[in-house]
């Protein structure tokens, strides 16, 4: 019976109905091959040779087993054995077969850092410690953000450079150089660029201050973070990430109601908000990438809302919505599209004003002025606490400020009238009260 066994084959299909004869049959099947020698020639030619053994780590056995197998026809599962393993791969409590595993699994590579270049990595380092610090400090006391890749005060309106943090004492001149470039980016966006030649840390996949610089003799670019990521990107590589991040998407323009975009883009807001309501357009904003439109529903002009729509194959898509209640918003918009370009928004910020809901006042000083007759009803009417815009049925349009306690009316003639006239009260207009170009 012993020698019968010895000449079956090294695969043993095993019922899982079965599990307890599987057992019993591999063991006597494990000494019974010990006994008669069978299998040598097959296991010596299997046997890792030197240089395999070496590579141990490196490698990984194909012919190892990792589990049931499901048969596609039946879908019963079946273990597989492949070859007879010494008694010292048995689980002697299980009689199970046990897989040999390396002590210490080999980590991803990471890449090898030039040693040549060893003060060009110190002055990245300390250069990107310096943005990074800045950045943590002010992004919740201004509004910093990424334009096109490069660390950018948006507030200031100015660029974060070397000589910035230096003048700022955040850096010292020795460990750092004019030709580092102090950016801020995604690092999963450097590593999707990079490849096998970067090496991003967790941290660092979102937002992040890097440090970028020329090779100082071939044609790419290293770089580093504050929190140890590092790594080198060819010149098309680096050229391709900063025009992911350019914001150069064409002529920015204000879209006219003629336009047949204009028309295009309000259908997509309705098919998003599936509400098909009429608008009161404060305006559209384009370049040939983005939009940025400003709009209220007729059933009340007070309630105005912000949408970015996106470019795309020849369709409009909304990206971003609920933007009126952001209280930094290009803060906002440029962690969700930093390629957006900002000069796509407005000035004013909706969050920064009080909407007017009560317009007795306002009519009570239209009266008293002669500007308001009883039998005029209005078509439009949008204000904040300090400034309100109407118009009548009939067309009559007005400008009113409150001044002093009290409200002064002005009839003007349209839209650049009542533009013109509210950038000469006050530095920061609620230009959204103005019904679009109408």
């Known amino acids: 019976m012993r020698q019968s066994q010895t000449k079956r084959t090294n695969i043993v299909k095993i019922n899982s109905l079965k599990n307890i004869f599987f057992r019993s049959m591999l063991v006597l099947c494990a000494a019974g091959m010990v006994l008669t020698g069978c299998n040598n020639n097959e296991q010596e030619e299997n046997k890792p040779t030197a240089e395999e053994e070496k590579n141990d780590f490196e490698k990984e056995d194909d012919n190892k087993v990792t589990g049931p197998e499901k048969n596609e026809n039946s879908g019963e599962e079946h273990n597989e054995i492949v070859e007879q393993q010494p008694d010292s791969n048995i689980d002697k409590d299980n009689n199970k ?41 002010y992004y919740t006391k201004t509004r910093l953000i990424t334009k096109n890749g490069y660390l950018f005060n948006y507030a200031a309106g100015t660029q974060i450079t070397t000589d910035y943090l230096v003048n700022e004492g955040r850096l010292s001149q020795a460990n750092t150089s004019s030709g580092i470039s102090v950016m801020l980016m995604y690092g999963t966006d450097i590593s999707a660029y990079g490849g096998n030649d970067v090496y991003i840390v967790p941290n660092d996949k979102e937002f992040t201050v890097f440090a970028f610089m020329k090779h100082p003799s071939e044609n790419k670019y290293i770089f580093s973070s504050a929190n140890g990521s590092y790594g080198t990107l060819s010149d098309s590589a680096y050229n391709s990430l900063l025009y992911a991040y350019s914001m150069n998407h064409g002529t920015v323009r204000r879209l006219t109601p003629s336009n047949s975009e204009y028309d295009r883009i309000l259908s997509c807001i309705k098919m998003y908000e599936s509400k098909y309501e009429q608008y009161f357009v404060r305006s559209i904003t ?72 009560d317009y007795t006042a306002v009519m009570n000083a239209l009266t008293k002025a002669g500007l308001y007759a009883k039998d005029d009803t209005f078509y439009y ?34 839209y650049y009238d009542a ?12 230009t959204f009260i103005l019904l679009d170009l109408e």
Request: aromatic share 12%; proline share 7%; hydrophobic share 30%.
């Open 381 to 414: 009417f949008c204000g904040t606490n300090e400034f309100c815009y109407m118009i009548t049925d009939s067309g009559k349009r007005f400008l009113c400020r409150y001044n002093n306690g009290e409200w002064e009316c002005y009839k003007v003639l349209d």
């Open 419 to 430: 533009l013109g006239r509210l950038q000469k009260f006050t530095n920061n207009p609620p």
């Open 286 to 357: 384009i370049d040939d990438k983005y939009a940025f439109a400003v709009l209220s529903g007729r059933a009340n002009a007070a309630t105005i809302r912000q949408y970015i729509l996106r470019y795309d194959n020849g369709i409009w898509e909304v990206v971003m919505d609920d933007l009126e209640t952001e209280g930094r918003l290009p803060v906002t918009v440029n962690k969700k599209l930093p390629d957006f370009n900002m000069s796509l928004l407005p000035s004013y910020n909706i969050k920064d004003f009080t909407m007017l809901t």
């Open 97 to 137: 077969p046990v897989i040999n595993k390396p002590v210490n699994p080999p980590k991803p590579s990471k890449p090898q850092k030039d040693s040549a270049l060893k003060s060009h990595w110190s002055k990245l380092e300390s250069t990107a410690k310096a943005g990074q610090n800045y950045y943590s400090e």
